[in-house]
């Protein structure tokens, strides 16, 4: 993923705690400097920084580390992720 605003589709969190959840874990992937989740919409909103590129799988293996250690049954796996503008 290159630089600029992605969303992306996730399932339903577990408990409240799953967004700021997701959110950190996201942040923690070199490259990404912002994340938000969203429950209402259950949308993931993150932004690859300027010169920066991210691969999917880092992506995916940090919210699967972070649904692993979350646990409850936690899946933070991301579907139809799109740039936006």
Avoid: Q, W
């Avoid at 070199?30 to 999917?56: I, N, P, Y």
């Avoid at 692993?68 to 139809?80: H, V």
């Amino acid at each position: 993923l290159s630089e600029g605003n992605y969303s992306a589709g996730i399932k339903p969190f577990v408990c409240s705690g799953c967004g700021s959840f997701m959110g950190k874990a996201m942040r923690s992937v070199f490259g990404v400097e912002k994340a938000a989740a969203d429950d209402k919409s259950h949308t993931l909103k993150f932004t690859v920084a300027k010169g920066a590129s991210v691969s999917e799988k880092d992506v995916h293996d940090a919210l699967k580390a972070a649904a692993d250690k979350m646990g409850m049954g936690a899946d933070y796996t991301l579907s139809n992720i799109a740039k936006s503008n």
